[in-house]
């Protein structure tokens, strides 16, 4: 998919409220930008904004920070945002493969809706599941880990279920079809909206691994 270039993205992003732009700045401080010591979610490539502003509006009693790479994507989350006041919500422009340099130990769940699948072989560690990924995720986890995954692409799903079992997640959800018994509080994203009105299955899983027994 070729991203357009939005004039001006990075400035517009930079202005927001929201919008964290020294994020390292915080690393194992996170609760400092929300002023309390509520439980922290992430959402790893948040893309509009459509899901993690939801959940932010859904659960007051949990911060929430949305990670997207592309400030062209990011840019339409942010406005999004004008004229919203939501005091549990911030917003991050960075590339996942240092998200073990910005958290450290204080991430309560991971959001990975719809992530690029990378279908070549030799693109495997790019994938947001791969053991590269799962490695870093264990470093910024606070207590327990927990991810939650929502994908139209089945070969990507597959391989997540493998190698979450390697790493010895157990599995707490697994749908093959998630718009055949959907949970009540399922909040749809931008991609999900589209492939369900195409008639296209979602998967999603919900794993979650205890760190006594992941060392």
Not at 39 to 64: L, R, S, V, Y
């Amino acid at each position: 998919m070729r991203l357009r270039n939005i004039k001006n993205a990075q400035d517009i992003i930079s202005e927001s409220k929201y919008v964290v732009s020294y994020p390292d700045d915080y690393q194992g401080k996170m609760y400092k930008l929300f002023k309390n010591k509520n439980k922290i979610e992430i959402e790893i490539g948040m893309g509009k904004g459509d899901f993690i502003i939801n959940k932010a509006k859904q659960n007051p009693n949990i911060n929430f920070i949305g990670i997207e790479k592309y400030a062209s994507v990011l840019v339409k989350a942010v406005k999004k945002l004008n004229d919203v006041e939501l005091d549990n919500l911030k917003i991050m422009n960075f590339d996942a493969h240092i998200i073990d340099e910005v958290f450290d130990k204080e991430v309560s769940k991971i959001y990975l809706n719809f992530s690029d699948p990378w279908p070549k072989k030799k693109h495997a560690d790019r994938r947001l599941t791969s053991p590269l990924f799962l490695e870093k995720y264990a470093k910024i986890f606070k207590d327990n880990y927990l991810i939650e995954m929502k994908t139209d692409n089945k070969n990507l799903f597959e391989y997540s279920l493998v190698t979450l079992s390697q790493e010895n997640y157990l599995f707490d959800e697994v749908k093959l079809d998630l718009y055949a018994d959907l949970d009540k509080d399922n909040i749809q994203t931008e991609y999900e909206k589209k492939f369900v009105s195409l008639g296209m299955p979602i998967y999603k899983l919900v794993a979650h691994c205890q760190i006594a027994k992941k060392k």
